[in-house]
DNA sequence: GTGCGATTTTACAATGAGTGTAATTTTGAG
DNA sequence: CTCAAAATTACACTCATTGTAAAATCGCAC
């Protein structure tokens, strides 16, 4: 049989995952500089030393460029709340998971992929997805939790919960990431006294 | 000065209406049978009996087909918030602004577009934006009413309550409109206590 | 280090949405 | 009827995306 090193990485690994980098570099760069639509996959495919048919051997799409980034949020999210305390109420585990979360967080590399996103309607309407499968994961993360309280409910929780954190990030990049995300998490919060 | 008589349709109107009917029509019918990736705009622009050229002369783009029945239900919304008692809370008027707005929903037609934007990742994407723009609308109709509540609150206020709409529309669908759209609705906000 | 199979890259061609342009036809007001 | 505006069309183009098959590269076995 074939032995994987999975510690050690091969030459193949490391090209794939340069070559990834290096698409996602110099696409963030044409983004930032002509804007998204503005910016062809050949352009992208030239700055990246590849040609355009290998493009789509990394990427599903141009979209994926940029939501690559977030890939397993929406499983993360669901192993935070998995970790939270079934003693407080579920709209309190929701933030405190959002906050543990935002820990990991890259700020200016995430405002800056924010900026790109808000610049086209395409990307706003597939970046409210991203928003739903968060809700879909704390939803179903509520359900194993509290099992005792009704899927109706908790359905309410993660809506309102993942609407909090939308808001929280739209303000937090209509003022540039000057106040930590946090605050505006915290903020959001405050409002939401449910049951 | 040219006379305009905006009670009585002249051919050119009518012919317009007509196609745009024809179009929409032939259009949904495909989706349905076909789907809606796999029907191409060659396809619809001749089932409609126009050329594919003449289909952009009355829709933006193949979306827009399904977008166009709900042009101008933000406007509607926000007049319907406008038109509430400012005595009660804000949440209580948003409820009963959507109340009010369902009475006008032909709910066989919705259900057949619903299950077409369902069908397609793209159209759940641009039907997300539609609430965005609901949330949106909610959110300036009730700055204006309840100008001594806090814009952060409202914000909130608008968040929840479209998305309440929003879970009502889903568990609604999901049953295929078994029972009306209110009586889901009226559940989703049995779970909004806020404040 | 040679060879072989799997992975990666590429060229080429095709489909389908959307846009620009300019020509042609139809409509309606005077 | 006559002419300007509106509507329709043909044609050609750009761009994202996909299928196919050939070519190049890699890494393990020997």
Redesign the interface.
């Known amino acids: 049989m074939i032995q994987h090193r999975s510690d050690q990485e091969g030459l193949r690994q490391r090209k794939r995952r340069e070559t990834l980098q290096r698409i996602t570099e110099s696409a963030l760069r044409l983004f930032a500089d002509r804007g998204y639509e503005a910016t062809t996959l050949d352009a992208i495919a030239d700055a990246s030393g590849i040609s355009r048919r290998t493009f789509f051997y990394y990427f599903k799409s141009k979209e994926e460029i940029l939501a690559a980034w977030q890939k397993g949020l929406p499983e993360a999210f669901r192993a935070a709340i998995m970790r939270e305390s079934p003693d407080q109420s579920p709209i309190d585990a929701v933030r405190n998971a959002h906050l543990g979360l935002l820990t990991h967080y890259d700020a200016a590399r995430a405002l800056i992929i924010d900026r790109i996103i808000r610049s086209s309607?395409l990307l706003?309407?597939?970046n409210?997805?991203k928003?739903?499968e968060l809700e879909r994961a704390a939803f179903e993360a509520l359900c194993e939790r509290w099992p005792q309280k009704t899927r109706?409910?908790l359905?309410?929780?993660a809506?309102?919960s993942v609407?909090?954190l939308?808001?929280a990030i739209d303000a937090w990049a209509e003022e540039d990431g000057r106040r930590p995300l946090e605050d505006h998490l915290a903020?959001?919060f405050?409002?939401?006294?449910?049951?």
């Not at 405050?190 to 049951?195: E, Q, T």
Request: charged letters at 35%; glycine letters at 4%.
């Open positions: 309607d706003r309407a597939s409210q997805m928003y739903l109706e409910e359905r309410v929780t809506m309102v609407g909090a939308r808001l903020e959001a405050v409002h939401l006294k449910i049951k």
